[in-house]
């Protein structure tokens, strides 16, 4: 089995942002040379996610309208954790709903993706320096 | 490591359908002759979802409910991703909801499930033909 | 491909509760001598979660309050499944949110982790004998 493991860095300049990161999963494919196995992209902190979904704006939209008014509101005074002094405990819960990492399949040296399929990184506690770690395993 | 690789293909009568494929998921292990390792099961479209769970159609029932009155109701005026033409961007957040794969352990020849674990497909936009991809990962 | 199996079991005092299992990964990381790879961390009932998040009490007790004000409600008498006989339809939700497995990365024989995240098991129909699988793969 071979590996190859890359590091994104993120600084977004909003506090929630969904960004596509297809094109850096595709590139560190490339560098590995795996022609069979899996790419695990995971986030390397509790308020984010990676997870896989569509390219579309109007979309993006409507999750971080989701998240905010169905899913975690941000209002810091419903949560206790934030009686740390941290005001995130939204971001934390955001996280579990859409998840932590993924893994992509690789066949004959690409990601075996259907029509529509993008990875993407969910900033849910941004403005500030964090990673996502992505690793190819196979042959 | 080997890898052995195979599509499931659906077409369901309903728009949303929940479908066992453990059956499927242990006839690729069997082909793939891996004895220890993962076995990757992920669906090809961003408004389906591949989970673990129960096999009780009372179960099933509660699910569909609750992804319709709890989670992200259809209603296609809620949504910005509607106005692309679509009327599925509760799909969408049901996929991410649910999940977009998992990983089954292979054990000694066999999924190292515990006792009720189950493979499904989540379709959340049916009625069209769509894909699920199994990578069986190991020696 | 090497690979290492270990098995963890909970017998829980309370009926839901989450447990941090980050140094059993560790230890099962460490026995299997892989320095490259990945392990799948899952819950081998569909009542239960494994997830990665903060080792912060009052974020627990955030969770746990979130499950059963906003996610789903115990209340047996809302969910079909329990007219088998059941009362835990809410615990099969809950594990559907919370996530049924995670793959950590191993890089340098380290779990490949940012600051603060850790790996948890999350009970959601505990007070009985309930199993995780930890598989490590890798070389």
Redesign the interface.
């Known amino acids: ?1 071979t ?1 190859h ?1 890359k590091y994104l860095w993120f600084e977004t300049k909003k506090r929630q942002e969904i960004i596509d990161i297809t094109e850096e999963v595709e590139e560190a494919l490339r560098v590995s040379g795996i022609r ?3 790419i ?1 992209v ?5 308020s984010a996610s990676v ?4 390219h ?1 704006p ?2 993006w ?3 971080l309208h ?1 998240l905010e008014h ?3 509101p941000w209002d810091p005074k419903r ?6 002094g941290e005001d995130n ?1 939204a971001a ?2 955001r ?11 690789v ?1 004959t040296g690409k990601l ?6 993008r990875v993407f990184y969910g900033e849910w506690d941004g403005q500030r320096r ?2 996502v ?1 992505i ?1 190819v ?3």
């Open positions: 089995m590996s493991t069979e196995g899996m695990l995971s986030a390397m902190h509790i997870f896989v979904n569509d579309e109007g979309l939209h409507d999750i989701w169905t899913v975690a949560y206790q954790h934030n009686d740390t405990a934390h819960l996280s579990l709903v859409m998840g932590h990492e993924v893994i992509v399949p066949t075996d993706f259907g029509p529509w399929q964090k990673r770690v690793k395993l196979g042959e």
